[in-house]
């Protein structure tokens, strides 16, 4: 296996080797790590000479997708997650060539020597001295809280070696052998029993010089770099055990055993279930972000990765306890089941991942200071939290940005939302939207679209918002055309260029109910009568985006007499047709919608575009692609509410200083943050999985959506508080952003409709 195979060849050799090697589904077996060290597995984008393959990132993805595959992973390990990535940017030659070899191949465990007793969470209160004696440093002081250092064989220590210096100056980072005449490891007792903890004294222990990495003042650039790799891995080593690896129990499978199933297959207990529902989610958002984590947005998402896995650890293992009941109460029980006697002491220990590594204040301090710059000058930018990835989507994006800036200011906003135009949007905006060719971006090419994707989408609707926009762009070239392709009913469109072009005005009617239900078209609602002329439509028809100004109006309605009375069909229906009514609805948000009577309506048999086919095959996938984008849109909606939130703290004085140096204000901006960072990796996966026809995609979407619609609910609440007296006031904008995170949370389905399909698609 090596870097200059072609990918399908280098697959092939790696399932091979996986299938002969037997891989054992402990991902922690140090045996198993010493396999694939010994095949040059288990670092192997590292140099050759550093004991890797040499690989690039295509490669290494296929290896962990085959890792995945088999419910393990290389496992986690200090030296080689924390200290070998350190290394490699401070290290000089001739320690990369003594010390990475030995990690590459699992023949050393490193232990980390950073927490002091007095010290704390405060890193750089370093009080271990280290003196020059010649040809070796002397060592004296004490660590703790030094992970496994009873079963490594070194350890890396932050050190003072300038007791005069500045606090952050006079530190080193030294590499010291455990056995070393002078140190003693005592083990630490948590309350979940054994632990990993170990105190370490150091008494008079000699250290050769050369193993002082960055020099005697250069140590604290490294520590703080190593703190990212570590809160990468603790992030993601969590995460391996919240998803049923090496041997544990999936989730899902704990509940069904649990709780048992009803009659439909849905977990008996309906709080619990909504509950598995959404830690799933979680921990999805948690291993997408730890992909983000290892790419170029390492710096600002460690910290992220951090704070949410530690937490959705502690949650999953309180989750498990509540669905053991009684059975999760055992101590040492002899003979108890294994499973459900391990739950109690990973309870406990769990409530350490919110210390460890950097406790969550930390991380939030971090994250408000160093990321958001609450504290320093008003004008700091702000990371620009985006779906674009990639040069193309994030020119998309900035052309949108721009454009809306230019011709939808929000200041114009409230002038449509009070008009009584049934439109309620720009016409001049939506005339230069339809020179861009929006309306058919995902229409196919044969009808003229620009037959791109729903990434390229996605980065759209975030700008829109972003500027809390109200356009046809949602119903028209999303819910319409997403409708069309779904019953392969373009040819018998006749209006398809206009609904390309963005020329007419089409809206699609399909939801029946206040709450969210679309099912109920097989049950009751609109039905369909085919005769020799054509049909004739009966129903009602709620919540239709733009229906009060459409031209055209695209009705899903039930075909009577069709298979077990599940079939639906995608009608063309004029508002000026006998028996239509159209009653104008105006929301919160200023966005125009419609409720729809249709009463005896006869259609022509050409109104029939596409179908009849099953409710599932049609409306399953337009949940899907409006809960996506919608998503999407609640990123652009919450990151911009942010944005205005942080720039009030950072200007308004209170008590003689800026609100944004509160702390508790800065811990409430940082959570908000870190919300839609997460969020945003399950809505970017969500439209990639949607452009890719990948299996996963339904539960993506509901799992997108359903995070957006609570993150976005909860950001613009927080927003609100934090802005006081002048966010209740109608000229303030932050009240915009409130009304529309509500909408657009609530339609195509809320956070507790999306977690019920979640559930549903997961089998429970």
Known sequence: MGPNQTIEAFERELVAWLDAADAPKCADSVAWSKRLGQARLLAPDWAAEHGGLGLGPAHVEVLEAALRERGIRRGVNGGLEMLAPALLEYATPAQLAEFLPPIARAEVMWAQGYSEPQAGSDLANVQMRCEDRGDNYVVNGQKVWTSGADESGWIFCLVRTDPSAPKHDGIGFLLVDLTSPGIRVSPIVLISGRSPFCEVFFDDVPVPKKNLVGGERGGWPIAKR??????????????????????RKSLADVAREQVGLDDDGALCDADLRQRVARQLVVERANRLTGARARGAEATRVSSILKLASSEASQQRYSLLMDLLGTDGLGWRNEGADAYAASIPKQWLRSRAN????????????IIAKRVLGMVGPATSDLPDQSLARGDEQSMIRQGALQLLQELQPIAELRALRDSEDAGGFSPRLWREIVGLGWPGLLAPETVGGAGLGFQEAGVIHEALGRHVVPTPLLSAGVLATCALSIVDGWAAFPQAAGLVSGGTRVALAFEECSRFDPSTIATIATSARSGEGGF?????KVAVLDGAAAEIVLVVARVEG???GDRVGLFCVAPTAPGVRIEPVRWIDGRRVAEISLEKVILDKTALLGGPISRDALLEPLIDRAAALTAAELVGVSAQALAMTIEYLKTREQFDQKLAEFQALQHRCARMFADIEQCISLVHAALGALDAGDDDASLLASGAKATAADMARHVTEEALQLHGGIGMTEEHDIGLYFKRARASATIFGDASYHYRRVARLSGF
């Open 536 to 540: 004739e439509l009966r129903g009602r």
């Open 354 to 365: 919110t210390i460890e590594g950097g406790t969550s204040e930390v991380q939030l301090n």
């Open 562 to 564: 069709e298979g077990e």
């Open 226 to 247: 190593l703190l990212q790799f570590e809160r990468s891995m603790l992030g993601s080593g969590g995460l391996s055990a919240l998803t049923g690896s090496g041997g």
